[in-house]
């Protein structure tokens, strides 16, 4: 059994990464950059008002009250175009360009326009005050936005203001997904006496979405050769094959002899972790000299996502180019935790604040690998080390969040 550490670094080094593709903006949210993004545009692309108010001359304001004589109005989207003059000035509203002759902005409340048609300035501005400059935010030529962000709306947002309506994002990775097992049905379908709802499929083609990659579920095979030959071979074409049982060394555990050529295509096939121990890695092999990058995970529901989390997450960000490294934090441990054998070990607990304010994680009582209601009441995993040492209650434990 390998380390989990060494098996997720080999996983990685194992896995394609992804080529660019031109997406709208509008379809680019979640979306990793592929190329630096640069202003097309200088924004604001002349001097704006940021206030409501009259334009004129800070000359024509040494002494206040001051008074003006209107002569136009600016509003947004349009402009005066004549020349302001001395003691002149215009009626403008917030982002309005500035009119020639201009150089200061008096809000509205500060001045009053009289029954004389003169404007009566109370108080001035500050030289520049209530002006945005030309090139404030930005300027053409400018790389805003560099390869390899993730965008957030705030960063789509600024695409748009840089004139930007195309942007080249790394291809989502496409992965295969299939479950494995005579004893599975799908949710909906009729149930034999004997089988369960398949539920893994589910939980890891919506892990995938999450993070950004394209699931494609290839449904169940059955335990036979010929099926899940058939089954396997609509992955052709896609980045990984993620399947989901089967991984074992069971008489039925036909993964490894199908998939792997008999082992030879496997890197590794067992990690010493738990739940998870039987994660499989490697190359299968699809036909027809095809083969495919290739990540099996436990059967067991709970052991499935556990590994989906500390392997597939990863995985999916390293192809994307992202930083992959899987962040702990650190929280107080609830209830004492007894010594930990050779497997690191993922408990599954929620998090609450103390009265100080810090994190502290409790462990569920039972961690049975098949009991899905609690991973879904699940905050965290508590991490517990190889041999770790006992652990008291108040003690700090590594966390992984959840959620």
């Given amino acids: 059994m390998i380390p989990v550490a060494e098996a997720r670094a080999r ?15 509008s379809n680019a949210v979640g979306r990793v950059l592929a190329e630096d993004v640069t202003a097309r545009r200088t924004q604001p692309p002349f001097d704006v008002s940021a206030m409501d108010g009259w334009a004129c001359r800070q000359a024509d304001l040494g002494t206040i009250p001051a008074k003006l004589k209107p002569v136009g109005k600016a509003a947004a989207g349009g402009r005066h175009d004549g020349i302001v003059g001395t003691r002149e000035c215009v009626r403008i509203f917030t982002g309005a360009p500035l009119p020639a002759g201009t150089d200061a902005i008096v809000i509205q409340e500060d001045a009053d326009l009289g029954a004389d048609g003169l404007l009566s300035v109370r108080e001035a501005p500050k030289p520049g005050q209530w002006i945005r400059r030309a090139g404030l935010d930005f300027s053409e030529g400018q790389v805003l936005l560099k390869a390899g962000r993730q965008l957030g709306p705030a960063d789509l947002a600024l695409a748009a203001a840089m004139n930007v309506p195309w942007l080249a994002v790394c291809r989502k990775p496409r992965i295969a997904v299939l479950a494995t097992g005579d004893e599975l049905a799908r949710p909906g379908e009729p149930i034999g006496p004997n089988q369960i709802v398949s539920s893994n499929n589910i939980g890891l083609c919506a892990l995938i979405e999450m993070q950004g990659g394209k699931a494609i579920d290839l449904g169940i095979a059955r335990d036979t050769e010929t099926d899940l030959h058939a089954k396997a071979a609509a992955a052709a074409g896609c980045d990984l094959l993620l399947t989901l049982g089967g991984a074992s060394v069971g008489e039925h555990d036909l993964i490894h002899k199908v998939l792997g050529d008999g082992g030879t295509g496997i890197d590794f096939w067992r990690i010493a972790m738990r739940p998870g121990k039987p994660l499989m890695f490697g190359r ?33 960000r390293a192809m994307l180019g992202l930083e992959w490294q899987v ?15 050779r497997r690191e070990d993922y408990l599954r607990a929620r998090l609450s604040l103390n009265a100080a304010g810090q994190p502290v994680a409790d462990a569920f009582g039972k961690q049975d690998s098949s009991m899905l209601r609690l991973l879904s009441d699940a905050d965290v995993l508590i991490v517990r080390p190889p041999l770790a040492p006992a652990l008291r209650a108040g003690e700090a434990v590594p966390i992984l969040r959840l959620r």
Avoid at 11 to 22: F, N, Q, S, Y
Avoid at 288 to 294: E, F, T, V, W
Avoid at 327 to 341: I, K, Q, S, V, W
Wanted: glycine share 10%; aromatic share 4%.
């Fill in 327 to 341: 962040r702990f934090e650190t929280a107080l441990a609830a209830h004492d935790l007894p010594e930990n054998d």
């Fill in 11 to 25: 996983i990685v080094a194992g896995l394609p990464r992804m080529p660019a593709e031109t997406v709208a903006l």
């Fill in 284 to 316: 299968a092999h699809l036909g027809n000299g095809q083969s495919i990058a290739l990540l099996g995970l436990p059967g067991n529901p709970v052991s499935a996502m556990v590994c989906g989390h500390n392997f597939l997450v990863p995985a999916l």
